[in-house]
């Protein structure tokens, strides 16, 4: 031994400060146990203080001190004590969780050791124990932390060649807790292709020239499912070389898509502006001629009319049909072009507005056999004349695809979602084929032939491009020869201004 060792011992025997200075200064706590009658146990003033009590109170009477201790780890600890008393060569270390007076927890890091008491036998426990309070707190803070940020550690060591990944990690490849990747398989979890040559090179060049990564791939989960990584790693040098690369994990698949939505939906806006100016210049300029056109046929038919064969009579007929047809269509186009330049947004009652619209169809609705209920409509906030047009256009659908010979029935009803609102209106008319569900709302798409049914094929379109502007969306659904329903949703949240000019 020491000699200087040897003398601690020696003097350590005879003074009682030294042992009192180490565990005040050196340890949180020293715990001395009478395995064989429990309570009659010594604890320091360090812990005592730690667990926020006088030691003066607690060291003056008889404390259970196993109630200070989480159960579970109580029962760890004398399970502990248990393995000792068999095999003396066991470490004791663990850590104990313990109340705090004012209830919070605190860690501490024990490791024991097993002494025979004054006759010999083998009773009593010493324990010494260090505050690991912060640092698990800590550690329980960063777990939060990288729930809420998906953020995972790994790393590689390329001394051992072994890989490490914590929980995160595995939960974003999604693979099973228990699942340790060789480092030759870690990197097919990247998507083959861009991302997986990518970071060969990536993780090549941290090999051999140090340099750290922080890039954005994609990777293929251990359930075959794509998803976007941060991958950031730094490599450790040593003596000239790289003996570790370790780094993070950040799941940013979600913003990943919400991106591409982005610039999809960007991309949507401006063709849909696009199609809106080309309708407009087009509906606008082509109404010209048009009227050229049927100003002559007029003149035609007021000054030669007379002199013209029969059958060439038949002919201008014909050609003044189609002039009007086409003079319908155009209006038909400018009013769609416009439509987002009407716009006044207000409080609205869609009960009132409904009735309004219902009014304002009598002409339509008096001659035929119908009913149209509706209930608990809400109030919201949007473009009254537009919602009028879309409720206009729904109903006279209705009443122009109603079955023959069947009384007409018209239901509106209103059901209430997490962030607004899904309006329906429902028939028993003819009905729509599955196929044809979504192309209807296509601008000038008619499902049949022209003669059998008046209308241009813009009426939903219209519909569709209203309810965009209430940040909702329509669709139809529909039993062939039953009837059909349109369906379409109005957020809570009030409607942004559309651009000035758009
Ligand atoms: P249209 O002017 O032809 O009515 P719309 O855009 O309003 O144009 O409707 C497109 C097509 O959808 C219609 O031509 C019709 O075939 C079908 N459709 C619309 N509403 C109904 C309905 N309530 N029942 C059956 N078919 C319908």
New binding site residues.
């Given amino acids: 031994m020491h000699p200087l060792k040897a003398e601690l011992y020696d003097l350590s025997r005879k003074n009682t400060k030294i042992l009192d200075f180490l565990q005040d200064s050196s340890l949180d706590g020293l715990f001395y146990w009478n395995l064989e009658n429990p309570g009659e146990d010594w604890v320091s003033n360090r812990f005592w203080q730690l667990l926020g009590y006088d030691p003066q109170v607690m060291n003056a009477e008889v404390v259970d001190w196993s109630a200070h201790i989480f159960p579970e780890d109580f029962e760890r600890i004398n399970k502990n004590v248990a393995k000792q008393k068999n095999d003396p060569t066991v470490p004791f270390d663990q850590v104990t969780r313990y109340y705090h007076r004012d209830g919070r927890t605190i860690w501490a890091k024990s490791k024991g050791i097993l002494l025979p008491d004054r006759s010999g036998n083998y009773t009593r426990l010493l324990i010494a124990s260090v505050d690991v309070t912060n640092e698990k707190t800590n550690a329980l803070l960063l777990n939060k932390v990288q729930d809420i940020t998906q953020i995972g550690t790994w790393e590689v060591d390329l001394v051992n060649d072994s890989i490490y990944w914590d929980s995160h990690t595995r939960a974003i490849h999604e693979t099973s807790m228990d699942y340790s990747p060789k480092v030759a398989e870690a990197i097919n979890f990247y998507k083959e292709g861009t991302s997986r040559e990518t970071i060969r090179y990536l993780f090549n060049r941290a090999v051999t020239k140090g340099e750290s990564f922080d890039t954005e791939l994609q990777l293929k989960t251990a359930k075959g499912n794509f998803v976007w990584v941060r991958s950031v790693g730094q490599p450790e040098m040593s003596g000239g070389r790289c003996i570790r690369v370790y780094g993070v994990f950040q799941d940013i698949n979600e913003r990943k898509l919400n991106e591409s939505k982005l610039i999809n939906y960007s991309i949507l806006q401006s063709k849909a502006k696009d199609m809106e100016q080309f309708a407009y210049i087009a509906s606008h300029d082509l109404r010209e001629p048009l009227l050229t056109i049927k100003g002559f046929l007029d003149v035609i038919n007021e000054e030669y009319a007379e002199d013209l064969p029969v059958e060439m009579k038949e002919y201008l007929e014909i050609i003044r049909g189609g002039a009007e047809r086409m003079d319908v269509l155009i209006k038909g186009l400018l009013d769609y072009s416009r439509l987002s330049k009407l716009k006044k947004l207000q409080f609205i009652d869609l009960d009132h507005l409904l009735a309004e619209v219902i009014t304002d169809l009598h002409a339509i609705l008096a001659p035929i056999d119908v009913s149209i209920n509706y209930d608990n409509l809400p109030q919201i906030y949007g473009y009254p004349l537009e919602l009028k047009i879309v409720f206009q ?2 109903i006279s ?2 009443v ?2 109603r079955r023959p010979a069947v009384p007409l029935h018209i239901y509106v009803n209103c059901e209430t979602l997490n962030d607004g609102w899904q309006i329906s209106v429902k ?1 028993n ?4 084929a599955e196929k044809d569900l979504e192309t ?1 709302f296509n601008l000038f ?4 032939n022209r003669g059998a ?1 008046s ?7 219209n519909c569709q491009k209203i309810i965009e502007l209430h940040n909702g969306r329509i669709w139809a659904t ?1 039993q062939l020869g039953e009837g ?1 329903a ?1 369906h379409f949703t109005i957020k809570t949240a009030v409607p942004a201004k559309p651009e000035a000019g758009s």
């Fill in positions: 256009n729904l659908n209705s122009k695809y028939d008319g003819i009905g729509i209807i798409r008619q499902l049949h049914y209308g241009t094929g813009i009426g939903l379109a529909s059909s349109f």
